[in-house]
């Protein structure tokens, strides 16, 4: 077998392989002997036909076959010899193999990149502390509260934190357009669920009411048919209502699974709650400044090949989601793969970086690290031992666990060679990353 491989990219390789005609006869031949032995053929006893009726009745099918199977071993065997670890599977083009003039062919590929890590003993990385006051506990009551309101109608102008019950529609140049009207929609004002000025325009309306709202679609609206569009809503107010937050008393507690002990053993609960989802989502923000730190401190090559799947991977992934809230995807101006382009060379980068930290580190996930990280998903559970079970009867779902143990040693690994210092966070800005966000740019 004669093998030339030529750099036809920073990762791309094409490499041409030839085999020998003999090589092939040899394996037509033994092949043809085989099915000689049991070949059952008119005028011949099983077995007994000669040699030259067996090559004409059988002979171009076994060619192919044969061909078809030297392909894929000499391909194997050559990335093998030249040590190549190609990304996806190759372009065989052209692919010669006339009788007599044995095999050969070019295959196309990407190889995964060489990477040269920079020293993780260099990055410097926040670690988040935050601690859980008596004041966080009591909005985390409020909130509790605010989820068993009841609504009340009243015969006073709207104001936010109303709950309206309306009916609208929407006109673009003029013409209704799809998803631009609903009947007896329940709208509480101020929660920033509409286009911006929607919410703000029913403020003082009272029930029986009709106002025309002129908006206008922000220029990065989802849909490009209608991102940078005005339009008009005709909106009738059907009721408006204020919000009744329940008592503090055993009847709320209970709700909560508290049957005895009263607002104390109320209180500790919901800090025992929030200390839980404190630990997570300190975890959560540590490891996410531990991989940008890593991105930020490497650059290296990406293959077109990984970061194409993964963009198609994450607009199928757009789509289900939309499948799985009940909309119907086919009726959607839905962003192609190319949109997610950006994200996905981000998340190629990560992948091959924590790939070669691992492999570096020699991290495992241990079983009981596997096991204790599924208990303390389930303690927020009524019955934890359910979700323990749902995980281990399903090797799918037990493997998204132990990549994410995965991931959490290396980061431990690298957190452990790399310059750390504390960033004092409230459990607001920490619960709430994307408002503390959106402030500081306000701020800014």
């Known amino acids: 077998m004669q093998v030339s491989i030529e750099n036809s990219g ?22 043809l002997q085989q099915i000689g032995r049991t070949a059952r053929i008119d005028g011949f006893r099983p077995g007994k036909a000669p040699a030259k009726v067996i090559e004409r009745q059988f002979g171009p099918r076994v060619r192919n076959e044969v061909l078809g199977e030297l392909l894929r071993s000499s391909f194997s065997e050559a990335l093998q010899s030249n040590q190549l670890r190609p990304v996806a599977d190759p372009v065989f083009d052209p692919v010669s193999a006339d009788p007599g003039a044995g095999l050969s062919y070019t295959a196309t590929f990407e190889i995964y990149p060489e990477i040269a890590l920079a020293p993780v003993e260099e990055l410097t990385i926040e670690r988040p502390v935050c601690s859980i006051e008596a004041a966080d506990v009591d909005r985390m009551i409020e909130v509790l509260r605010g989820q ?53 325009g029913l403020v003082g309306a009272k029930a029986g009411e009709t106002r025309t709202l002129s908006l206008k679609f922000p220029e990065d609206y989802g849909a490009a048919d209608l991102a940078g569009k005005p339009v008009e809503f005709d909106v009738t107010i059907k009721q408006v209502a204020e919000k009744t937050l329940p008592a503090l008393d055993d009847a709320l507690f209970a709700k909560f699974g508290i049957a005895e002990g009263g607002l104390e053993a109320f209180r500790k609960e919901v800090e025992e709650n929030m200390s839980r989802e404190r630990d997570r989502a300190v975890q959560r923000r540590f490891t ?8 930020l401190a490497n650059s290296i090559e990406l293959p077109k090949a990984l970061v194409q799947s993964e963009a198609q991977r994450m607009a199928a992934e757009g789509r289900r989601n939309l499948m799985m ?10 962003p192609g793969p190319e949109v997610f382009e950006p994200q996905a060379q981000e998340r190629v980068k990560l992948g091959l970086l924590m790939a070669e930290i691992i492999k570096t580190a020699g991290v495992v996930a241990q079983p009981a690290k596997v096991r204790a990280a599924i208990e303390s998903m389930a303690a927020g559970y009524e019955q934890p031992e359910e979700l323990l079970k749902w995980y281990y009867a399903d090797p799918r779902r037990l493997q998204e666990i132990e990549a994410m143990v995965l991931e959490e040693e290396a980061v431990a690994w690298i957190a452990a060679r790399a310059k750390l210092s504390e960033e004092a966070i409230s459990f607001d800005d920490l619960m709430n990353p994307r408002q503390t966000a959106a402030r500081d740019r306000e701020q800014a």
């Open 10 to 31: 920073v990762l791309e390789r094409r490499m041409t392989v030839a085999l020998a005609e003999d090589q092939i006869a040899s394996k037509i031949r033994e092949r």
């Open 325 to 334: 809230r009940g909309i119907d995807a086919d009726k959607m101006p839905l």
């Open 288 to 295: 996410a400044q531990v991989l940008e730190q890593l991105k």
């Open 148 to 200: 068993h309101a009841t609504w009340t109608p009243v015969d006073r102008p709207a104001a936010d934190g109303d709950q309206l019950t309306l009916d609208f529609k929407g006109r673009l140049d003029g013409a209704d357009f799809e998803r631009g009207s609903a009947t007896d929609f329940e709208l509480v004002l101020g929660s920033g669920r509409m286009l911006e000025g929607f919410e703000a």
